[in-house]
Nanobody, 114 residues
């Protein structure tokens, strides 16, 4: 059974950092396209970052501040977020695309506020 469990969200001040984790089970993250999306209140879901094989993508809105990475031994994907801004406030979702299906985690709230 495929499962994605996000963690690491919370309340942080502007300029602060957080690291989100997406723990996967039921498949190998090494062989899947893994992505982080976010959805701010009243807005659509936005692709933030992705990793597949040796390829990595970061949206222009987060490039230089966020870093996606993968730990195959832990079967976990991370999103390191530095220099956080109030506009980064959103629910962050982990997504996995295997050869046959797309799966989503339940989301973790990130709030950037003083």
């Amino acid at each position: 059974q495929v499962q994605l469990v996000e963690s690491g969200g919370g309340l942080v001040q502007p300029g602060g950092s957080l690291r989100l984790a997406c723990a996967a089970s039921g498949f190998s993250v090494e062989n899947a396209a893994m992505r982080w999306h976010r959805q701010a209140p009243g807005k659509g879901r936005e692709l933030v970052a992705g990793i597949f094989g040796a390829g990595i993508f970061h949206a222009s809105s987060v490039k230089g501040r966020f870093t996606i990475s993968r730990d195959n031994s832990e079967n976990t994907v991370y999103l390191r977020m530095n220099s956080l801004k109030p506009e980064d406030t959103a629910v962050y979702y982990c997504q996995a695309e295997t050869g046959s299906a797309v799966y989503w985690g339940q989301g973790t709230q990130v709030t950037v506020s003083s």
